[in-house]
């Protein structure tokens, strides 16, 4: 415990004075939908090339204040990436900075839990670009959307076996999958599934 504790300060002391704050504990009642598209599978070396965020509050999913940021084109841009998340060089010529593209998303999250689909992914991608320009990692709670879901339908149908795929789940939920493979789309949909299954979708069907 002293030794977490003693984590905790580190990193807090890491943080400058802009973002201090990330470390107090949330105590509002809304959620952040994530989603990142990189250039590969691999967070130890996928680079970011687009973010984006959704707040949750209650039942609603505020999709009229979202974050939706492109990044200038990364060095590893590749075709077998651009075939998935269709973001080429051209669409990125305009795109923030790294480290632009990385505040205005704090900001946007501030110390509220994140919400996310595969989200140890998006967040380890985060924190390796994160840490060496403002010192510190992502301090906020993280809730995997596949992981919630496998534990409700256990629940509720203990004889299913789960089919966990994006799609898969949507489908279940009675989701619309918006945008596939887009930062906005996929951080949408998921927040979407939360909300549908806090609500009893399992349930009701």
Known sequence: MIRSLRRVTDRRKQAHGR???LFNPYTGDELVAIDCETTGLDPKTAELVSIAAVRIKGDHVLTSDALDLRLQQ????????IRIHRLRGVDLEEGESLQAALEKFLDFIG?????????????SVINRHL???????????SIDM???????????????EPHLGFES??????????GRHTALGDATTTALMYVRLNKGALEAG
Request: proline share 10%; aromatic share 10%.
């Open 19 to 21: 973002y201090g704050w």
């Open 74 to 81: 990364p060095d590893s841009l590749s075709g077998d990436s």
């Open 111 to 123: 110390n509220r839990p994140l919400l996310g689909w595969c989200i140890d992914y998006d967040i």
């Open 131 to 141: 840490r060496p320009l403002l010192g510190f990692d992502l301090p906020n709670v």
């Open 146 to 160: 596949a992981q919630v879901y496998q534990r409700e339908l256990r629940r509720i149908r203990p004889h299913l």
């Open 169 to 178: 789940i949507a489908k279940a939920l009675d989701v619309p999958v918006m």
